[in-house]
């Protein structure tokens, strides 16, 4: 694996989710995923590709967007795609749902974009993950994406730390990486930019729950279930506010019409 720029230990996040949960809270990332989702030129008929579609909230709202059109929707977690499918039946006739890894070859033909909410950040290989989307996307295809960027909470991970989980199980790239990156992959017309997005949540248990289920999900693999709830109150205690210090990277870009520049 190629090492990110910046000089951490790269430690692997668990594959599977809570999706159910996922589904119920993830109010961030869909109202945040409906703006994103603004930014897809479409004429209604394309085939757009959502690079780890969750449990589809934001899925959902792509397929409104294609009448005419297809959705591949695209994740690693078996939970996460169970989930999906269920969502998406409404869809069914003009959805596939794929379980497949982004950090490999993609078993899919040619799309004409590719969208993504929210899961970048979840991979460290963003050169093999920038060829993989390349290789699949049209000359002249869209990608419109938003992730976690440089300082994404950061607040959160001190506090993990200071409670005695010290882990890096997320990349959270800068503009600069990420535009050097995608011209290497193919990209062109590329523009990547950070939107801070401190987010409040309702105090307790909502906060203590989406800390276990996002956040904190690859700390709390780390610990034995009866150590679990003393780090989440610790966690919490540390954090006072329930605000969560989201930073999120913006990225645009087209597939070159004559493949890889570099
Ligand atoms: C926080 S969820 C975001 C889901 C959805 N896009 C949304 O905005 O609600 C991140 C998703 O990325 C998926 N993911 C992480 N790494 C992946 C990989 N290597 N290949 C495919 N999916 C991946 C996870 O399984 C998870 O469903």
Redesign the pocket.
């Known amino acids: 694996m190629t090492k990110p720029d910046s000089d951490i230990t790269a430690t692997k996040?668990p594959?599977?989710?809570d999706?159910a949960t996922?589904d119920r809270i993830?109010e961030p990332?869909?109202r945040?995923?409906g703006v994103v989702l603004e930014r897809l030129q479409l004429m209604g008929d394309e085939c757009v590709l959502?690079?780890?579609?969750?449990?589809?909230?934001?899925?959902e709202q792509l397929c409104r967007r294609l009448p005419r059109g297809r959705v591949i929707a695209?994740?690693?977690?078996a939970a996460?795609v169970t989930e999906a499918q269920r969502r998406l039946a409404p869809y069914a006739s003009r959805t596939t749902v794929l379980c497949?890894?982004?950090?490999?070859p993609l078993p899919l033909r040619s799309v004409d974009g590719v969208f993504?909410?929210?899961?970048f950040h979840?991979?460290h290989d963003h050169e093999a993950?920038f060829a993989h989307l390349a290789a699949v996307l049209r000359p002249g295809g869209q990608l419109v994406a938003q992730c976690g960027g440089a300082g994404n909470i950061a607040r959160v991970h001190a506090a993990a730390k200071a409670a005695g989980v010290d882990l890096e199980a997320t990349y959270f790239a800068t503009p600069d990486q990420t535009e050097r990156r995608l011209k290497a992959a193919g990209f062109v017309d590329v523009r990547c930019w950070l939107q801070p997005e401190p987010t409040p949540l309702e105090p307790g248990e909502p906060f203590e729950t989406y800390l276990r289920t996002?956040c904190l999900r690859p700390h709390l693999e780390q610990l034995a279930p009866s150590e679990q709830p003393a780090f989440l109150r610790n966690v919490m205690e540390q954090l006072g506010e329930p605000v969560i210090d989201y930073v999120r990277l913006n990225i645009t870009a087209r597939r070159s019409e004559i493949g890889r520049e570099a």
């Open positions: 996040a594959v599977e989710w999706a996922y993830a990332m869909t945040w995923g959502d690079a780890g579609c969750g449990s589809g909230r934001v899925t695209l994740d690693r977690s996460m497949a890894d982004l950090t490999k993504s909410t929210a899961t979840w991979i993950l996002v």
